[in-house]
């Protein structure tokens, strides 16, 4: 079966820096979304991954290694309003998005 | 975990026909659903939110004639795009709150999309 993982919560301080996991088996593989989702909101689109590598957007980075079957997202310098869920998804051979649960990162003072 | 499921995948269809597009929520109740319209590397745009029994609240500039929306049961809302023209050709994705605890109250799980082409 197709499945994403990605860690349910994680907690950091303001000014840090936070690494967000994605492990992903999927039929097929067409690219990798981040997104951002505050509560009550549309998700918030973040990066893009199709090839490896690192990809670097402000404060936000993201990489993907296909081999391995895993994607992280590297938020720097953390704010406040950087608190949210942010969410992982696969899009397979089909074109149909596979999606995470969801992370939901809190940001402490 | 649970699951969203969207149907059709794909459809392609004939500028000025109507396309229903289903989504469900496999394994909970959710009264609340979402519709939204994906752009590619875009933000997801939300449509409209789709309430269990009531009508639909649409987002400023979506038009509640050309998308309809029906929550007829607490697994299942639909989304009918009438008189379909090639500028509606999009990826549309629903997602369902989860009302039962299996996540946090606010949890949305999302379905795999469906591509709509109009000719």
């Known amino acids: 079966g197709q499945n994403i993982d990605q860690p349910t919560e994680m907690t950091a301080t303001e000014g840090a820096i936070v690494q967000i996991n994605c492990t992903y088996q999927?039929?097929?593989?067409?690219?990798l979304f981040w997104y951002q989702q505050h509560a009550g909101e549309a998700p918030t689109f973040l990066s893009y991954?199709?090839l490896d590598g690192l990809e670097e957007k402000g404060r936000f980075s993201s990489f993907l290694s296909r081999s391995k079957g895993y994607s992280y997202l590297l938020l720097k310098e953390l704010q406040m309003k950087d608190s949210a869920s942010y969410l992982c998804?696969?899009?397979?051979?089909?074109?149909?998005?596979?999606w995470g649960a969801g992370t939901k990162l809190i940001i402490k003072p | 975990g649970a699951v969203v499921s969207q149907h059709p995948s794909r459809v392609i269809c004939k500028s000025g026909t109507s396309v229903k597009i289903e989504c469900r929520s496999l394994d909970f109740q959710a009264t609340t659903m979402f519709w939204y319209r994906q752009f590619p590397k875009q933000s997801l745009m939300l449509m409209a939110t789709?309430?269990?029994?009531?009508?639909?609240?649409?987002e400023q500039g979506v038009e509640k004639d050309k998308f309809l929306i029906n929550h007829a049961s607490l697994t299942l809302s639909t989304l009918t795009v009438t008189s379909a023209h090639p500028e509606d050709s999009s990826f549309y994705i629903c997602s369902a709150r989860d009302q039962e605890g299996q996540g946090e109250t606010d949890t949305q799980y999302f379905g795999p999309g469906t591509r709509l082409t109009v000719l």
């Open positions: 998804a696969v899009m397979d051979s089909n074109y149909q998005l596979i």
């Open positions: 991954n199709v």
């Open positions: 789709s309430n269990e029994g009531s009508k639909a609240t649409y």
């Open positions: 999927t039929s097929g593989f067409n690219g």
